[in-house]
């Protein structure tokens, strides 16, 4: 499969494994827009490779009546979506059950989970009218068992992610939409800023980039409609799974 003139839209598309993720699939020849809170960021994203053009689109995921005017257009300008990566995460500071702020509670689930749910629900029209799409979901693996150091909001809201994901995979296998979960381990992005501690250069380079994520939804991506790639795990060397 070619991803030649497709259209894509990414969020979290600003930074991270979401701009990797974007530039990655603009080079493979698809269409790419980026949904990301920050306009200035997403412009900056967009003009710092001239080659590979990526279109801004701000929106904050949570906002889901944002969330369907972008859809609406994109689809417009770019052509109907055919791929979908929800990469928009958050984490907070104080995030032990001990120090956890209610509204930063709503805030990462509304975020991580909500938003991913607001941004498939707007693009599954189009999907099914197309009988064809993906969905590619970057969840973790605190979304498949508990890390004290991610914290108890960002572990359930994860959680959440990758039921959903699953779900909709079931619902939508007939209309001919697959949807993948990618659940990293440690990815050296700018989530880390929001560690309790500060995280050593040293690690930070051990860590999975941005870019291996990216690798692995391009491979999905180019794969045939009769494949469904349900999970796909990976950690860094040094960073156990089980």
């Not at 979506?81 to 928009?88: E, R």
């Not at 991913?116 to 979304?143: E, K, Q, T």
Request: charged share 20%; with cysteine; hydrophobic share 45%.
């Amino acid at each position: 499969m070619t991803l030649q003139d497709k259209t894509v839209l990414v969020t979290g598309g600003g930074s991270g494994i979401g701009l990797a993720v974007a530039r990655c699939l603009a080079d493979r020849g698809a269409r790419v827009a980026i949904v990301g809170r920050t306009a200035e960021k997403l412009r900056a994203a967009a003009s710092a490779v001239p080659d590979r053009p990526l279109h801004p689109f701000p929106c904050d995921v949570a906002d889901r009546v944002a969330v369907e005017r972008v859809v609406e257009a994109v689809t417009r300008q770019l052509g109907g979506i055919a791929i979908l990566v929800h990469a928009a995460g958050i984490n907070v500071v104080r995030r032990s059950m001990a120090e956890l702020a209610p509204e930063d509670w709503d805030r990462v689930l509304t975020v991580n989970a909500t938003g991913a749910y607001n941004c498939i629900r707007a693009v599954l029209p189009g999907m099914r009218a197309a009988r064809d799409g993906l969905i590619v979901n970057i969840s973790s693996i605190s979304g498949k068992r508990v890390l004290e150091l991610a914290g108890s909001a960002y572990c359930a809201s994860k959680f959440a992610l990758t039921a959903l994901s699953h779900a909709v995979g079931l619902e939508e296998r007939k209309n001919g939409i697959r949807v993948t979960n990618i659940c990293p381990g440690e990815v050296n992005t700018p989530i880390l800023e929001q560690r309790p501690t500060p995280v050593p250069e040293e690690r930070r380079a051990a860590m999975l980039q941005g870019e291996d994520i990216a690798q692995i939804v391009a491979t999905i991506a180019e794969l045939p409609p009769r494949a469904h790639v349900w999970e796909v795990i990976m950690t860094p060397l040094y960073q156990e799974y089980a």
